[in-house]
């Protein structure tokens, strides 16, 4: 099974602009969730996507939003780019049929903001 | 609101000693996992621990959870150079999903020669 796939990889971009990244679970996975990565704050948890709803949220302001499609397939998108942006954004998918309910993280998507 | 430590932050160990990561969090949780990160790389999942007493071993490396203590460690045995990573610990509040997890801080574990 493929795993999961994260675009683009490496990202630069303005404050103020606004930016997309997105998201393929492993095939099957209904649940993605993201998370932002700092060396500040650590790994810290956005939101959740199941079945094209969004199912719980983190404490990140409104410019952070996402969604997901029918096939599963998430986009994040941040709007109005701040430098404190700069992170490390992961999404990670799970099988909510999975005894285990392991959630499987993707390479990332590393947000430079200038 | 739920909050996870980790101790040590910071790690330095030599070839083949043992040593142990520990994981407190400060309210009721139904799962914890144990995840390794490479330097610019993503989470790789180590052990899922989904209830009291559980205890999981791969390799060198062996997680247990003590639910009541609301602790969980990650014992190294014999560490050898490839175990240097950072581990983070996670638990998971949400019965029946895996979402919203909260991380530690992480522990920085360097295996020195």
């Known amino acids: 099974k493929a795993g999961v796939t994260q675009t683009p990889r490496y990202l630069i971009k303005t404050r103020g602009q606004q930016v997309t990244l997105s998201c393929s679970p492993i095939?099957?996975?209904?649940?993605v969730s993201w998370y932002q990565q700092t060396p500040g704050q650590g790994l810290q948890f956005l939101f959740e996507?199941?079945?094209?709803?969004?199912?719980n949220k983190g404490n990140f302001p409104g410019r952070f939003s996402g969604r997901q499609f029918s096939n599963s397939r998430s986009e994040m998108n941040v709007s109005t780019l701040e430098l404190g942006d700069s992170a490390l954004y992961l999404c990670?998918?799970?099988?909510?049929?999975?005894?285990?309910?392991?959630?499987?993280f993707g390479p990332g998507t590393r947000l430079t903001v200038l | 609101e739920l909050k996870v430590e980790q101790n040590p932050l910071f790690l330095s160990m030599q070839e083949g000693k043992n040593y142990t990561i520990y994981c407190n969090y400060s309210?009721?949780?139904?799962?914890l996992y144990w995840y390794r990160q490479d330097p610019g790389k993503s989470l790789e999942s180590l052990f899922v621990?989904?209830?009291?007493?559980a205890v999981k071993q791969e390799g060198r490396l062996m997680a247990s959870l003590d639910t009541k203590a609301r602790l969980s460690t990650l014992h190294i045995t014999a560490a050898v150079h490839d175990l240097s990573a950072t581990y983070f610990c996670?638990?998971?509040?949400?019965?029946?999903?895996?979402?919203?997890?909260?991380f530690g801080t992480g522990t920085r574990l360097q295996v020195t020669l």
């Open positions: 309210t009721t949780s139904d799962r």
């Open positions: 996670a638990v998971g509040r949400h019965p029946g999903t895996a979402s919203k997890l909260t």
């Open positions: 990670a998918s799970s099988d909510q049929d999975s005894w285990r309910i392991e959630q499987f």
């Open positions: 095939s099957g996975h209904r649940s």
């Open positions: 996507y199941f079945s094209e709803t969004q199912r």
């Open positions: 621990l989904l209830s009291n007493g």
